[in-house]
C-alpha cells in the first residue's frame, strides 16, 4: 500500500502565507490524481484542491486566487502554497492520492492549520 504523510501546517495570523507537503512513502507509478481535502471542527470534509495526472488543477471556489496546488514526482511530493489566509480557512488539511487501475484512495493523517483574526 501507499502512506500519506502532511506537514506544513502551523499557526499564522489572518494575510499570512503556509506551505503544505505530503509526501508518499514509496513512488507512485500510476497517479489518477492528487487533492487537498480540509474539514473543521463540526463540518463535513470538503474539497480544497486537485491535480490530474494530466496537470490539470481545480479549486474549490472559496480558495480560488489564493491556494495554489503542485506536484513534484521526482519528490513523491504534493503542495499546496497557501496565501492571504483568512480564519475560515481554519482546519485540519488532509492529502489524498487517488492511483493504480482499481482508482485506490490513500489518505494522510492531516495536519492542522489555525489562522488567526
Known amino acids: 500500500q501507499v502512506q500519506l504523510a502532511e506537514s506544513g501546517g502551523g499557526l499564522v495570523q489572518a494575510g499570512g502565507s503556509l506551505r503544505l507537503s505530503c509526501v508518499a512513502s514509496r513512488i507512485i507509478f500510476s497517479i489518477n490524481a492528487l487533492g487537498w481535502y480540509r474539514q473543521a471542527p463540526g463540518k463535513q470534509r470538503e474539497l480544497v484542491a486537485t491535480?490530474?495526472?494530466?496537470?490539470?488543477?481545480n479549486y474549490a471556489d472559496s480558495v480560488k486566487g489564493r491556494f495554489t496546488i503542485s506536484g513534484d514526482n521526482a519528490k513523491n511530493t504534493v503542495y499546496l502554497q497557501m496565501n492571504s489566509l483568512k480564519p475560515e480557512d481554519t482546519g485540519v488539511y488532509y492529502c489524498n492520492a487517488n492511483w493504480g487501475l482499481s482508482r485506490r484512495d490513500s489518505w494522510g493523517q492531516g495536519t492542522r492549520v489555525v489562522v488567526s483574526s
Open positions: 491535480i490530474t495526472s494530466e496537470g490539470s488543477t
